[in-house]
């Protein structure tokens, strides 16, 4: 009886302490008029949510920017409400007392144009499932080709309308890194410190064309029907495949093989039938399909370009545009990164010392391959604070 | 003028060296009756091709099986003409005076059942697109899924009609190497050498997975129809798509950047409109579409199950398997692998080692990734005739 009054004890103390953790955060809305993307077309107007931790001081001059990875959304840190099975994707760094201190920052994160979880309430973004006032219908394949300039530009707009005119830090993994190099490459004076997980400075034909198998699916499955499928049947076959092929490039064979500890090769009924699928092939496509089902296949088609047309400084002169940076810049690769790999990173560390740029470079070894920027962030903690501290 | 006659003289004797030197083959047709499958179903008759280059000698033990990788055929030496622009893709380790001597050996080499290029003409073999003798129609989805286990079999049936009772050695890439580890495992006694390159002994859950990946666009493709395209349009659009995968798959983004030296990321065209693939995916699918008009998707899929379902011995215990070769092994795995890496080699290297097995390990380093198994095994030459002298 005394042991279960303490046992309740506890329970009370400790629900009380992850209550008072719970970061809260609200999705907020931010439109901005005549948006010109790089590739030349103005659309009347631009939506996208974003959401704040922290607060703003008077002088605002501590805000931090995250810039999300491709199939993520603004969502980096916190809870929604108390009941959320999960927090935003960098909580372990993001809150009071952690690297990213909330009692010390204003860390302010956007969703993206043509955001892929266009059906996560949570998700505001413009893009081809946008209503296009010109017809009244959705854009499909109308709608411009946007690049990680143009993310950046609206972000821009965004922290204009809160009168922030620097940014303490802008920080982001894969794509999202894209954006924050592209921050500190387009506004040199406006960014001082740059913090670059799991990315690139450039993409190479590789990558380039890597991508491009996670367009291939959507583009095949029959309902894509060239984008126009907004009145009918969604191509969710085709974006399940392509989802497919963004987890596994996601992930290292060893990390892989070691969550699948079930797996057998002889799969009878596999075996049986050419029709029925191995068990994890089955178990892969349910999952799959799952994340699909919030999301846009037009819109992932453009997340794909945008990646694809990546380069810092969005033109021919990658060292020219490198050259311009201010921020000091703190570089983390993951080791065992198979989709923006590591060699990559590393001699953007040579290019940026070579050029006497503050840069100081942490590889991630987590196991967990590209992902290691997201599962495994939690080891840099120290680093990070460090790094933001200076 | 004599410096004229001089350089026709030259030209004469050069072009008959080379007429000399090339191995010219010919395509061979070998069929056996009421073959059943490791699925338990019976074929009224299988039938492959086969091609050798050497001579059986009287005793018939100087043979040299050479099993077949995914996308291949038993073209693995020689020139079916004078004119063919390429020979069989082992030319470089096959042939008189090479490390698989002609000279001394009989190197023989069978198109494996379900081989994907059943529209070259010089290609062999039983599968989806065969007619089926009860309906007088293309099985289709209808054929049994085969396994590298049948695969053996036929060959066993081969060799058999040929007489041949044992082989001196057995060798094969990537899922070439399935088939001679199988021969070795099955028939202990039969086996004398076994070179084992780019390959594995098992399959694990993340080569399942993205083995998966190449047969996701064929069955999205709306001409597949379940497999029964073969009155009408083919799957072509699809079976493109999973050829770009499969070279992607196929090698190391080092080698991938060198041989695209002109690549620009920033591709106008691109960028002022989604319905335009940057240059660089619309020169690799037209690469890869040229290969797909050779193919046949169902065989692709049926392939892609039967590597999917391979371990060594076909049964749940892989070390039991293992334990029964009597082969003297040489592994030579590619370092830079993405696809079949080479830790699984090497852990396939300790197992036999702790076994007392006689197993050497030999890495390939060409920079091609899985490829190095077809384009650097040049680089083994002096290795591999070591190997068989033995």
Excluded: C
């Excluded at 107007?45 to 199939?71: C, M, P, Q, R, W």
Aim: glycine share 8%.
């Amino acid at each position: 009886m005394k042991r279960q009054l303490f046992r309740v004890f506890w329970l009370v103390i400790l629900s009380f302490t992850a209550q008072a953790q719970t970061l809260l955060v609200e999705k907020q809305r931010f439109e901005t008029k005549a948006f010109t993307t790089e590739s030349g077309v103005t659309l009347p107007a631009v939506v996208v949510g974003y959401e704040s931790y922290g607060t703003l001081n008077e002088k605002k001059d501590n805000a931090i920017l995250i810039t999300h990875f491709f199939s993520g959304t603004s969502h980096a840190a916190g809870k929604y409400s108390e009941s959320d099975p999960l927090p935003g994707y960098w909580d372990t760094i993001i809150g009071p007392g952690k690297a990213i201190d909330t009692n010390k920052f204003f860390v302010i994160s956007s969703d993206t144009l043509v955001n892929a979880n266009v059906y996560d309430p949570h998700v505001i973004t413009t893009g081809p499932a946008s209503l296009n006032p010109k017809t009244g219908k959705a854009y499909g394949l109308d709608f411009p080709v946007v690049t990680i300039g143009d993310f950046v530009e609206v972000q821009k707009r965004l922290l204009d309308s809160l009168g922030i005119d620097k940014l303490y830090a802008v920080a982001g993994a894969s794509m999202g890194s894209f954006q924050a190099l592209e921050w500190a490459v387009r506004y040199p004076d406006k960014v001082e410190r740059l913090v670059h997980v799991i990315g690139a400075a450039t993409m190479d034909a590789w990558t380039v064309a890597a991508l491009e198998k996670w367009a291939l699916p959507i583009r095949l499955d029959p309902n894509w029907n060239q984008g126009n499928y907004y009145e009918g049947e969604k191509p969710i076959a085709g974006l399940t495949a392509t989802m497919l092929n963004i987890t596994q490039d996601a992930m290292h064979p060893t990390i892989y093989n070691a969550s699948f500890k079930d797996f057998e090769v002889l799969d009878e009924p596999a075996m049986k039938d050419i029709r029925v699928l191995p068990k994890i092939n089955q178990v892969l496509a349910q999952r799959a399909a799952a994340r699909a089902r919030l999301q846009d296949a037009n819109h992932v088609l453009y997340l794909i370009r945008a990646s694809q047309l990546f380069t810092a400084g969005m033109n021919q002169d990658l060292e020219g545009a490198l050259a311009r940076i201010q921020a000091k810049v703190l570089l983390m690769p993951s080791s065992g990164d198979l989709l923006l790999r590591p060699e990559g990173v590393r001699s953007l560390y040579d290019t940026l010392k070579r050029m006497n740029k503050s840069v100081s470079i942490s590889e991630i070894n987590g196991g967990w391959g590209h992902l290691d920027g997201l599962f495994s962030i939690g080891s840099k903690q120290a680093e990070l604070a460090a790094f933001l501290a200076e």
